[in-house]
């Protein structure tokens, strides 16, 4: 099989929505915005086939690209799943139903389409789109970490142009990466804890979660009259975005934690594939300039580099966050393919 005249779908599958994308051969996106329908994972696998089926028939209605002309099919979903998109048998919030245990995703959504189907999870399909649309057709050539801070820390690593993956599927952890904490916390402020179990690891300070469960309980006791106080925790927790764009003083404290926690992850990986660029992305760099710059400038002074690598590297933004899923995706499909 090769691409030749032929096109690649991508397919990003979400807890509420599936979003698709085409990628033409010569490594071109047909679509510029969000192309979705209701992804229905709720309702079992055999639902979010006929729906995944449904979100690539659109796509190909919008661009005109008749299915004879598809080469290949990207699909992206949240995790836990292996590296060949089966989900874990563990159950997981985005596939509650019991029917998803050991569920063969991809397997599957090839078998129903009659066509080759490349898995990534969603960080590491971002963090693909992210590295293709800086480096397009060289992206063989240079490497890349990202970072994306949503519920929980996503992202993955690129190199030679490829998502890392592992022996397991979870390389590319970024969020369960252990950082030092000394200088990171404040006096007296507890040590941070994360869902996996682990304690001071990335996600436990740079997510929505650390946010509520760690950072938001330990700055609200240093400010007793914030009006966050007001607010239940998972809710405080999402305002604490808009009170650090408008400057509030401890809302800037808990953003500086996170960006000090990136940096030192990226201070990790600058150790261990030595990329040639640093992606962050999420939330915190989609909001105002001002604090976006803040932000990003904060990482940066607290990514540990040695002189031949500040030569060598760069810091950019994870871009169309909300497309990077399916783009990610189909560039996955579309190397396989080329
Ligand atoms: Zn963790």
């Known amino acids: 099989m090769d691409l030749a ?69 990207g699909l992206d979903t949240p995790g836990p799943a292996s590296a060949t998109g089966v989900i874990t048998a563990l159950g997981s919030t985005n596939f509650s139903d019991p029917a998803w245990r050991g569920y063969d995703f991809r397997g599957a959504l090839a078998e129903r389409l009659q066509l080759p189907v490349v898995y990534n999870n969603d960080g590491n399909a971002a963090a693909l789109y992210a590295h293709f649309s800086r480096y397009g057709l060289t992206a063989s050539a240079y490497s890349s970490v990202s970072a994306i801070v949503g519920t929980g820390l996503g992202g993955g690593v690129i190199d030679g142009g490829r998502i890392i993956k592992g022996a397991s599927g979870q390389a590319g952890e970024l969020g369960h990466v252990h950082i030092p904490m000394e200088g990171l916390l404040a006096p007296g402020q507890p040590l941070p804890r994360c869902n996996c179990g682990f304690v001071g690891d990335a996600e436990s300070v740079a997510s929505l979660t650390g946010i509520e469960l760690n950072l938001l309980p330990y700055w609200l ?55 040639h660029t640093y992606f962050v992305g999420g939330g915190v760099v989609e909001a105002a300039p001002e604090f976006r710059d803040w932000f990003l400038a904060t990482v940066r002074a607290n990514t540990l580099l040695r002189a031949e690598q500040v030569e060598a590297a760069s810091f950019s933004l994870v871009p169309d966050l909300d497309m990077a899923g399916a783009r990610g995706a189909a560039v996955a499909a579309w190397e396989a393919l080329v």
Request: no cysteine; aromatic share 4%.
């Open 221 to 275: 006791s240093r400010y007793p009259d914030h009006d966050l106080h007001q607010e239940p925790p998972a809710r405080a927790a999402k305002l604490v975005r808009g009170h650090g764009e408008r400057g509030d003083e401890m809302a800037r404290k808990i953003f500086e934690q996170q960006a000090m926690a990136i940096g030192r992850l990226f201070t990790v990986a600058s150790n261990f594939t030595d990329p």
């Open 5 to 73: 005249s032929g096109f690649v779908v991508g397919l990003d599958n979400g807890g509420t929505m599936n979003n698709a994308t085409v990628l033409d051969a010569s490594g071109t996106f047909l679509v510029d915005r969000l192309v979705e329908v209701p992804s229905r994972v709720k309702e079992g696998p055999a639902v979010a086939i006929d729906s995944l089926v449904e979100a690539m028939t659109t796509v190909l209605d919008v661009t005109g690209v008749p299915l004879s002309r598809v080469r290949g099919v």
